[in-house]
């Protein structure tokens, strides 16, 4: 089993739209960290949250975390096509390392 | 800074041959993970090391599979008698610590094919 598991497994969307992608966790969690990994390349971090956050932004980027229903959402306004990548989230579980599970691969066509 | 280095980027086996991975971390992290990548699991933990030391291998499968950290230099994955179905990407990523602030910073992985 994954700790962290995208609810939608691919996006297909034009250029200036917005998309959200969402996460639910088994685990309870007080941060999550969404990475993004382009085509060729290792993830990368885009975003973490934390609970006490609710909402982060950076950029184009909205992270939200909502520990209640231990589920968080990654949006991104204004795609562009050097956003298509496929996103992980991961919840933080102590010292265990993190798990990633098999992502949402967004494609977005210029 | 060169990120955490990842050597071969492409390796092609045969059936039952062994294959060894290499891995570089960023120096000062205290911290050495090895994922597997395919298309159907996704990214699957293998193994960590904390400061060189084993600390959770659960994702390794028992037989064929071993990792090490012999300095805090390097680390190695190996597979034994490689099968079909080991063909993936081997992603290895290092991290300062283990906190909640800390990240995981990936190298561009090793491309396995066995054939």
């Known amino acids: 089993s994954q700790w962290g598991e995208e609810n939608l497994q691919a996006l297909s969307i034009q250029e200036g739209e917005d998309v959200t992608m969402n996460c639910s966790y088994k685990t309870y969690t007080t941060v999550v960290q969404w990475y993004r990994q382009k085509s060729g390349k290792g993830p990368a971090l885009i975003i973490l949250i934390r609970s006490n956050e609710r909402e982060k932004r950076s950029g184009r980027l909205r992270a939200t975390l909502d520990t209640s229903s231990q589920s968080s959402s990654l949006s991104i306004t204004g795609t562009l096509a050097t956003d298509t990548a496929v996103y992980f989230c991961?919840?933080?579980?102590?010292?265990?390392?993190?798990?990633f599970g098999t992502g949402t691969t967004v494609s977005v066509s210029p | 800074n060169a990120g955490v280095i990842q050597t071969p980027r492409h390796k092609v086996t045969g059936k039952g041959q062994e294959a060894t991975l290499w891995c570089e971390p960023i120096s000062g992290h205290s911290a050495v993970f090895w994922y597997r990548q395919t298309i159907v699991q996704g990214l699957e933990f293998l193994t960590y090391?904390?400061?060189?030391?084993?600390?959770?291998d659960s994702g390794m499968p028992k037989e064929r599979f071993s990792a090490q950290m012999p300095n805090q230099s390097h680390s190695t994955l190996k597979i034994q008698s490689t099968q079909p179905q080991d063909s993936a990407v081997y992603l290895c990523a290092s991290s300062l610590g283990q906190g909640s602030n800390s990240d995981y910073t990936f190298g561009s992985g090793t491309r396995l094919l066995v054939i």
């Open positions: 991961a919840p933080y579980q102590g010292g265990r390392a993190l798990i």
């Open positions: 090391f904390r400061n060189q030391a084993p600390i959770d």
